[in-house]
């Protein structure tokens, strides 16, 4: 509930995932009125339609959970009133008069789930209003707000303000989903804060792509803020302040002088080569999260595209982008390159990046993280796969292009999707469709532990490999990395998870195929001796952290680099590993 009159100088903390500092006016995304779509269901679509109205509840019951366990560390009395709300909407959720109506309205009356929930919140509001009790009619805005949540998640509902927003904002949110993150334009917004989130998420992900400051997991964020109110987002602290008083602003506006500065100082490392004290050459590449990031990319120095996401493509939409239109897009990235290699990874929906088509089809999985995604989702519907190699071969003709494959666990799948590529390719021919000759090299994701222990027979079936570090790490220590409950177990550092980046990287040499990282840990100049210790030549980042990392990489010498990671590697203690590379980083 918001005030005209908040308390002057709060400040939250939550989760730094993205450095930097923005300093404007809140814009508060709010649960506003929503459209619904309106049709009827038929007879044989109802049961279909009642499973994803049940979904959608069950989705809500998540969220809301999240949002009680945020609000026990608010203070005083805060904590316990919008507990006792959250439950109410929680009870709202399962078997209540609001939940029953809709399921009675799709089986009797035929209609869609999102026109039920309209129909009988409307119903609802009328029962309300002939009630002369200020309590009850209080419970209504409560109703309301259960009735939004639930258009929200049955919709996929994406925010569509932001393209309007006033230039300089600063987005405050419940959630921020990457579909959402992916329509925030750089240039209006400064920067970003959610009560949800973890730092290794897609949404932390794609705001260190755009080089936007946020801070994810902030309790109380949206209680007692208003819009317009004068915020701070401190990405590298991982605090939020509203309402600053003028010395912590003044304070904040010479430390973002400060930042900018050594920006300007990184700029001049763009054209110099990445190669350590010693001689080595390191080839480092960008993580493109959306087209309008290439320019960014190549800005600071990007030597290719080492990970492009083509979930963009299939976000913020109802229906499925067609081989044309795939193509088209593709080949924009990769004659924008100019010669410089792409890496296209096929499509990596499912999780939290689940696209609105495929909940339609599929539902709301349990367990997203371990369910029907990446090229388990291709190989389930393998004309969805046929059509985004058909386009990626057809693009590979402009340019040096491989193609990635995430979520591979074993050598079977490689086998199928190289199958499928061929019968693409003797499809396009046929059709005297120009393709990539020869075909591009055909790598795999190394992201699931599986993978990662079978690499010397998946090298064998691979051209390369690159390693996704952040599923390696949230899946071999059992830590939703978008669950900021857990974010602070999340560790790269673990001598599990580097075991199996060694073997990886072991494996590949041994094969003398390529071997690249492309988690969030090839960003972060804190690895880099690690990483090139273990023998990692190749590295892709979010376009920002590219000269950082340059510089490190060009005040290092590979011998001592190697000679630390030996020892880190005969640790068992994720401390102590980390102790060693922060000792050897402060001295070299």
Known sequence: MKTDTPPQGRRLRGLGVSPGIAIGPAHLVESGSIHAPEYTVPPEGVEAEVARFNEATAKARRQIKKLKSKALVLP?????????LLDAHLAMMTNSRLTRGVERRIKEEGLNAEAAVQAEITAIAETFAGMDDAYLAARMTDVREVGRRLMRNLMQHEYQGFGMLPEGSVILAEELTPADTALIDPRRVLGFASV???????????????????????????????????????????????????????????????????????????RLPSVTRDGTTVSLQANLELPRDLDHALENGAQGIGLLRTEFLFMNRQDLPDEDEQYHVLRAIVQGMDGRP??????????????????????EPANPALSL????????????????????????????????????????????????MGQVARRLRR?????????????VMIEVPGAALSADALAHAADFFSIGTND?????????????????????????????????????????????????????????????????????????????????????????????????????????????????????
Request: hydrophobic share 45%; charged share 25%.
């Open 76 to 84: 005083g009395s805060a904590s316990e009133e919008v507990g006792f």
């Open 196 to 270: 949800l989130g973890g730092a290794e998420g897609h949404t932390a992900i794609m705001a260190r792509s755009l080089g936007l400051p946020a801070v994810l997991g902030v309790p109380g964020l949206l209680t007692n803020v208003r819009n317009g109110a004068t915020v701070i987002v401190d990405g590298v602290e991982g605090v939020v302040h509203i309402d600053p008083p003028p010395e912590l602003l003044e304070s904040y506006r010479s430390r973002q002088a400060e930042r900018e500065r050594e920006r300007e100082k990184l700029k001049g490392l763009r």
């Open 342 to 363: 792409v890496t296209a990874r096929t499509m990596d929906v499912g999780g939290e990046k689940l696209a609105g088509w495929m909940a339609g089809r599929y539902g």
């Open 373 to 420: 995604r990446a090229v388990r989702l291709g190989l389930r519907e393998p004309k969805l796969l046929e059509v985004q190699l058909a386009a990626m071969l057809r693009a590979g003709a402009h340019g040096p292009l491989r193609i990635l494959l995430p979520m591979i666990c074993s050598v079977s799948e490689v086998v199928r999707v190289r199958e499928i």
């Open 431 to 443: 059709r005297n469709v120009r393709i990539a000759d020869p075909l591009p090299p055909l790598g």
């Open 472 to 588: 390696l790490t949230q899946y071999t220590l059992a830590i939703d990395r978008a669950d900021d409950q857990v974010a602070a177990l999340y560790d790269p550092l673990h001598p599990a998870v580097l075991r199996l980046i060694q073997f990886t990287v072991e494996a590949a040499l041994r094969s003398r195929i390529p071997v690249a990282v492309c988690g969030e840990i090839a960003g972060d100049p804190r690895y880099a001796a690690l990483l090139l210790g273990l023998g990692v030549r190749d590295l892709s980042m979010a376009p920002p952290s590219i000269p950082i990392v340059k510089r490190r990489i060009r005040n290092l010498d590979l011998v001592e680099a190697s000679r630390r990671a030996r020892v880190i590697m005969d640790q068992s203690d994720s401390g102590r590993i980390a102790t060693l590379l922060d000792d050897f980083n402060a001295l070299s």
